[in-house]
């Protein structure tokens, strides 16, 4: 009976979506219902709707109810309590239903202080409302969450995917989600800005620049969060693979990025609207298109995750339709949109928009990229792979013009180049070159571009901002503008961070790929490890074997001991790898056990890894430095926004 | 202006004793210790594709298949083939898709150049728009 209660919501919320989407439509054509006055109820149900649909799932897993089919295939009566919550975005129909409820429970926290007359509004969650119909829609007639088993109702689920089975299945995927929705929101309010003529265009983007803060933050913490969780479990000590699935999270990041600076130059500068809107449009079909190469099975992953051609089609018509219908009202509005940019040489908005748009290139590159075996495959009928050694000879480029970009252009005054500026910030240039040419030769022994331009990229940035800092400091400026000084220096170091983290723990890793049994020991990066025992562990879920290895320093003193395993699981003899850690704050020991080579030995992947936690800690500064944006203190409007994510860290 | 001379100066200076040194150091190495082969069988594995797991380099994939083709480098690599003839024999086995970096064909250009081609448009029409939108004599022309 729940899981049709569930379907009955859903069902009302899907109207109640349809309906919100009309109301502009109906005031165009003159239609006499006065449908906007129940504008903020339609809202509020909405919301209640969805949100209960969503609990109720909750509940169904809770209470173990096989005859779900979504609960039979992604749960298990002996499956941890917090898991069976997770499970509910662990695969596709939830994950949907998920995405679809943060829109819900977002654009009710935006009714809750908007004013409800104003046009803006009305075309922001008319537009909303037509996304969630499409979401809802394709939810009830493709993936249905609440589609029962009849009668063969199993006795047992089939238990949770055991990869999934880790804390990072509870933090990464909500984060992305509501990363998403924050960029739904914008795409909706950038059709809405496109639409409504009664306000500054300045003043719509104003508007926008939280949501798309929030979102871009939402988005960097999901992706660092994935990132980590490949690092701890799929046991081969990677981090980044640029694996499809990988790609379609990143992609929208790299453009959420652009939107929230290109945002943050529109509201100080008045200029380049145009680009902000195109970003806000873009990134919510980038979005849409990373979903369907992500579930309908197209791209061949690590990260496979509920491949279904019938879901990717109507992901493909979505993507499509909000694509369209963006990018022509775009086209239509542009010539109102374009303004003359009086403005010259390396002044500050020149180099941020440069930046952006480099940020652009690289989002679209690595989306060719994606998607190129695909369409190769489609025209020639041959089966080509891109991978990491492409994707790296065109990323890391593109990220060293645009952290010399990042770096000088807070430092550079607005319209105008600052003559006295740039002698010094040449002089800084050189200097971390050859400091960076140096540190390359002497490390590494030859030339290696990625290497040079990885360190040239966090020498220059921490460089600029300790040099801006200092400035800022020695003039005093008005104390208004300093919260958002110090978080875009804090932010900017964070990236600072991550990329030294990333530079020195591809080129200083040290590695052994060897066969261990019990008793033999390998000395790697000045640390001694020895193969104590194998062992065998019993967990609820799964079974392993695991390696038990102590790891002495370089002073040959007990350091501590690693537990590499390699784990099976009872409900479906998968078998995976979880790696032993031993982290610090400036090395990783990391330990993964391989197969079993001959009756005691097993193959052991040992790595020294320096500074690889850098990457994750330099993620989570950026998070959080710009969520700090958004605490309510700033601005009153701004306060609105973070409601969202506690909400439905609420619901779950 | 000086101290940025001085500076490439010492640079250059640095390069060169640098480079004697690396050099002095190549010649001790070129005996190919084992422990300089595997380093090298590591890296070529890093680059190819595992035929057998979904998408996986060799190095990381745990399948037989990937053990027997990391052995059959590093076995390649003892007799004296060059990371290339060893990159060309996998192609000849196992087809185009064995590798991450595409080679460069007509097919693949696109995947090469349209990412320059981005970056020079997008570059182009900037400047083009800063250009024409100061009010220098020599720029009459007006935006498309």
């Given at each position: 009976?729940?899981?049709?209660?569930?379907?009955?919501?859903?069902?009302?919320?899907?109207?109640?979506?349809?309906?919100?989407?009309?109301?502009?439509?109906?005031?165009?054509?003159r239609c006499r219902v006065a449908l906007h006055d129940y504008l903020s109820l339609f809202i509020k149900l909405n919301t209640l709707a969805q949100l209960a649909s969503l609990l109720i799932l909750v509940f169904l897993f809770l209470d173990n109810?096989?005859?779900?089919?979504?609960?039979?295939?992604?749960?298990?009566?002996?499956?941890?309590?917090?898991?069976?919550?997770?499970?509910?975005?662990?695969?596709?129909?939830?994950?949907?239903?998920?995405?679809?409820?943060?829109?819900?429970?977002?654009?009710?926290?935006?009714?809750?202080?908007?004013?409800?007359?104003?046009?803006?509004?009305?075309?922001?969650?008319?537009?909303?409302?037509?996304?969630?119909?499409?979401?809802?829609?394709?939810?009830?007639?493709?993936?249905?969450?609440?589609?029962?088993?009849?009668?063969?109702?199993?006795?047992?689920?089939?238990?949770?995917?055991?990869?999934?089975?880790?804390?990072?299945?509870?933090?990464?995927?909500?984060?992305?989600?509501?990363?998403?929705?924050?960029?739904?929101?914008?795409?909706?309010?950038?059709?809405?800005?496109?639409?409504?003529?009664?306000?500054?265009?300045?003043?719509?983007?104003?508007?926008?620049?939280?949501?798309?803060?929030?979102?871009?933050?939402?988005?960097?913490?999901?992706?660092?969060?994935?990132?980590?969780?490949?690092?701890?479990?799929?046991?081969?000590?990677?981090?980044?693979?640029?694996?499809?699935?990988?790609?379609?999270?990143?992609?929208?990041?790299?453009?959420?990025?652009?939107?929230?600076?290109?945002?943050?130059?529109?509201?100080?500068?008045?200029?380049?609207?145009?680009?902000?809107?195109?970003?806000?449009?873009?990134?919510?079909?980038?979005?849409?298109?990373g979903t369907f190469l992500v579930r309908s099975g197209v791209v061949q992953s690590v990260h496979a995750f509920a491949a279904d051609p019938l879901r990717g089609a109507a992901m493909l018509t979505l993507f499509a339709l909000v694509s369209i219908?963006?990018?022509?009202?775009?086209?239509?509005?542009?010539?109102?949109?374009?303004?003359?940019?009086?403005?010259?040489?390396?002044?500050?908005?020149?180099?941020?928009?440069?930046?952006?748009?480099?940020?652009?290139?690289?989002?679209?590159?690595?989306?060719?990229?994606?998607?190129?075996?695909?369409?190769?495959?489609?025209?020639?009928?041959?089966?080509?792979?891109?991978?990491?050694?492409?994707?790296?000879?065109?990323?890391?480029?593109?990220?060293?013009?645009?952290?010399?970009?990042?770096?000088?252009?807070?430092?550079?005054?607005?319209?105008?180049?600052?003559?006295?500026?740039?002698?010094?910030?040449?002089?800084?240039?050189?200097?971390?070159?050859?400091?960076?040419?140096?540190?390359?030769?002497?490390?590494?022994?030859?030339?290696?571009?990625?290497?040079?331009?990885?360190?040239?990229?966090?020498?220059?940035?921490?460089?600029?901002?300790?040099?801006?800092?200092?400035?800022?400091?020695?003039?005093?400026?008005?104390?208004?503008?300093?919260?958002?000084?110090?978080?875009?220096?804090?932010?900017?170091?964070?990236?600072?961070?991550?990329?030294?983290?990333?530079?020195?723990?591809?080129?200083?890793?040290?590695?052994?790929?060897?066969?261990?049994?019990?008793?033999?020991?390998?000395?790697?990066?000045?640390?001694?490890?020895?193969?104590?025992?194998?062992?065998?562990?019993?967990?609820?879920?799964?079974?392993?074997?695991?390696?038990?290895?102590?790891?002495?320093?370089?002073?040959?003193?007990?350091?501590?001991?690693?537990?590499?395993?390699?784990?099976?699981?009872?409900?479906?003899?998968?078998?995976?790898?979880?790696?032993?850690?031993?982290?610090?704050?400036?090395?990783?020991?990391?330990?993964?056990?391989?197969?079993?080579?001959?009756?005691?030995?097993?193959?052991?992947?040992?790595?020294?890894?320096?500074?690889?936690?850098?990457?994750?800690?330099?993620?989570?500064?950026?998070m959080f430095a710009g969520l700090s944006l958004l605490r309510p203190s700033d601005a009153c409007r701004q306060a609105r926004v973070s409601p969202p994510q506690l909400a439905v860290k609420g619901a779950r | 202006m000086t101290s940025i001379k001085?500076?490439?100066?010492?640079?250059?200076?640095?390069?060169?004793?640098?480079?004697?040194?690396?050099?002095?150091?190549?010649?001790?190495?070129?005996?190919?210790?084992?422990?300089?082969?595997?380093?090298?069988?590591?890296?070529?594995?890093?680059?190819?594709?595992?035929?057998?797991?979904?998408?996986?380099?060799?190095?990381?994939?745990?399948?037989?298949?990937?053990?027997?083709?990391?052995?059959?480098?590093?076995?390649?690599?003892?007799?004296?083939?060059?990371?290339?003839?060893?990159?060309?024999?996998?192609?000849?086995?196992?087809?185009?898709?064995?590798?991450?970096?595409?080679?460069?064909?007509?097919?693949?250009?696109?995947?090469?150049?349209?990412?320059?081609?981005?970056?020079?448009?997008?570059?182009?029409?900037?400047?083009?728009?800063?250009?024409?939108?100061?009010?220098?004599?020599?720029?009459?022309?007006?935006?498309?």
């Amino acid at each position: 009976m729940n899981a049709e209660i569930g379907l009955l919501l859903l069902t009302i919320s899907l109207t109640l979506c349809l309906l919100m989407a009309a109301m502009p439509i109906a005031q165009a054509c003159r239609c006499r219902v006065a449908l906007h006055d129940y504008l903020s109820l339609f809202i509020k149900l909405n919301t209640l709707a969805q949100l209960a649909s969503l609990l109720i799932l909750v509940f169904l897993f809770l209470d173990n109810d096989f005859s779900v089919a979504y609960v039979a295939n992604n749960s298990n009566s002996q499956l941890a309590s917090l898991y069976k919550v997770a499970a509910v975005w662990g695969g596709h129909e939830g994950s949907m239903l998920f995405w679809v409820a943060a829109i819900g429970i977002w654009s009710w926290v935006i009714s809750l202080k908007s004013d409800a007359t104003a046009p803006f509004f009305h075309y922001l969650h008319a537009v909303l409302g037509a996304i969630q119909a499409g979401l809802i829609a394709f939810l009830l007639i493709g993936s249905n969450p609440f589609a029962r088993l009849l009668p063969g109702i199993p006795v047992e689920g089939r238990d949770l995917n055991p990869i999934l089975q880790d804390i990072g299945l509870i933090l990464h995927p909500p984060l992305l989600f509501v990363g998403y929705v924050g960029l739904a929101v914008c795409f909706a309010a950038a059709v809405a800005a496109l639409l409504d003529n009664s306000q500054s265009m300045k003043h719509h983007c104003r508007v926008m620049r939280p949501w798309a803060i929030l979102a871009w933050a939402m988005l960097t913490g999901g992706n660092a969060f994935g990132s980590w969780w490949a690092y701890n479990e799929l046991g081969w000590g990677g981090w980044w693979f640029w694996d499809p699935v990988e790609n379609a999270s990143f992609i929208p990041w790299l453009v959420a990025t652009a939107l929230m600076h290109s945002l943050i130059l529109g509201e100080q500068r008045d200029r380049f609207h145009g680009t902000s809107l195109f970003l806000a449009i873009l990134g919510f079909s980038l979005c849409l298109l990373g979903t369907f190469l992500v579930r309908s099975g197209v791209v061949q992953s690590v990260h496979a995750f509920a491949a279904d051609p019938l879901r990717g089609a109507a992901m493909l018509t979505l993507f499509a339709l909000v694509s369209i219908c963006g990018f022509t009202l775009l086209l239509h509005r542009l010539p109102k949109l374009i303004r003359p940019i009086s403005t010259q040489g390396l002044s500050r908005e020149n180099l941020m928009q440069l930046g952006n748009l480099l940020l652009l290139v690289a989002a679209l590159s690595i989306l060719l990229g994606t998607c190129y075996p695909l369409l190769y495959e489609v025209v020639t009928g041959q089966s080509i792979s891109v991978g990491a050694p492409y994707f790296n000879s065109l990323f890391i480029p593109l990220t060293g013009i645009i952290s010399l970009f990042m770096g000088a252009a807070p430092l550079m005054g607005w319209q105008a180049s600052r003559q006295d500026a740039i002698k010094p910030l040449a002089l800084l240039a050189c200097i971390c070159l050859g400091v960076s040419f140096s540190l390359n030769y002497l490390m590494l022994g030859e030339i290696d571009a990625h290497f040079m331009l990885g360190s040239f990229a966090s020498l220059w940035l921490i460089s600029c901002t300790g040099l801006y800092v200092r400035n800022h400091l020695r003039r005093m400026t008005l104390p208004t503008g300093n919260r958002r000084f110090y978080v875009m220096c804090v932010t900017h170091l964070g990236v600072a961070l991550s990329i030294l983290g990333a530079t020195c723990s591809s080129y200083f890793q040290q590695e052994e790929l060897l066969r261990m049994g019990p008793g033999q020991g390998r000395v790697v990066a000045g640390y001694t490890f020895i193969y104590q025992a194998t062992e065998t562990v019993s967990h609820t879920s799964y079974s392993a074997l695991q390696a038990k290895i102590e790891v002495r320093d370089k002073r040959d003193q007990h350091l501590t001991y690693l537990y590499p395993q390699r784990q099976t699981f009872n409900s479906n003899a998968m078998q995976i790898s979880a790696a032993g850690i031993h982290r610090s704050l400036f090395a990783d020991l990391y330990i993964s056990m391989g197969n079993q080579l001959s009756e005691e030995e097993f193959l052991i992947r040992i790595s020294y890894k320096p500074l690889v936690g850098w990457i994750w800690i330099g993620a989570l500064i950026m998070m959080f430095a710009g969520l700090s944006l958004l605490r309510p203190s700033d601005a009153c409007r701004q306060a609105r926004v973070s409601p969202p994510q506690l909400a439905v860290k609420g619901a779950r | 202006m000086t101290s940025i001379k001085r500076l490439l100066l010492l640079g250059a200076t640095l390069t060169l004793l640098l480079g004697q040194a690396q050099a002095e150091v190549q010649t001790n190495t070129s005996l190919q210790a084992p422990a300089v082969l595997k380093r090298q069988a590591i890296e070529i594995a890093a680059t190819l594709r595992c035929p057998m797991s979904t998408n996986q380099n060799l190095l990381d994939s745990q399948s037989p298949i990937a053990s027997e083709l990391k052995a059959e480098i590093y076995l390649q690599l003892e007799r004296g083939k060059t990371a290339d003839e060893i990159v060309d024999f996998m192609v000849a086995r196992y087809g185009e898709r064995i590798r991450y970096m595409p080679s460069l064909t007509s097919g693949t250009a696109l995947l090469f150049f349209m990412p320059l081609g981005l970056l020079s448009a997008v570059l182009f029409w900037y400047l083009r728009q800063m250009h024409t939108r100061r009010p220098l004599p020599h720029s009459q022309e007006h935006r498309s």
